[in-house]
């Protein structure tokens, strides 16, 4: 992966605190702050696709209807925390 050069200004209190971190895991400050900027873009990835999978479903159900109670989905989901092979609720209207 090629990589280009970033400046990022950091107040002295967070530039001690991840140099802390880093003396503690022996990492560079340059690895840490990496690392936090990569599972930060991760996280807020998931979390868009999430809102685009929530949007998308509610749309799916103001135009048809189709549904599961979240009841039905409790049930499901506590079978699943049992262990238990369960399949998911039918939607109906």
């Known amino acids: 992966m090629r990589t280009s050069p970033t400046t ?7 530039k ?5 971190i ?9 690895w840490i702050m990496c690392e936090a900027v990569q599972q930060f ?5 998931k979390r ?5 999978d929530a949007r998308a479903a509610w ?8 549904h ?6 409790d049930e499901w989901l506590a079978k699943l925390e049992a262990g238990e092979q369960a399949e ?4 109906h209207l």
């Open 8 to 14: 990022l200004k950091l107040d002295s209190e967070l």
């Open 88 to 91: 998911a609720p039918e939607c």
């Open 16 to 20: 001690e605190r991840v140099q802390k």
């Open 59 to 66: 749309k799916e159900y103001q135009a048809t209807g189709w």
């Open 41 to 45: 873009v991760e996280r807020e990835e």
């Open 22 to 30: 880093a003396q503690a895991h022996r990492r560079t400050p340059h």
């Open 48 to 52: 868009e696709d999430l809102l685009r």
């Open 68 to 73: 599961a109670t979240g009841e039905e989905t």
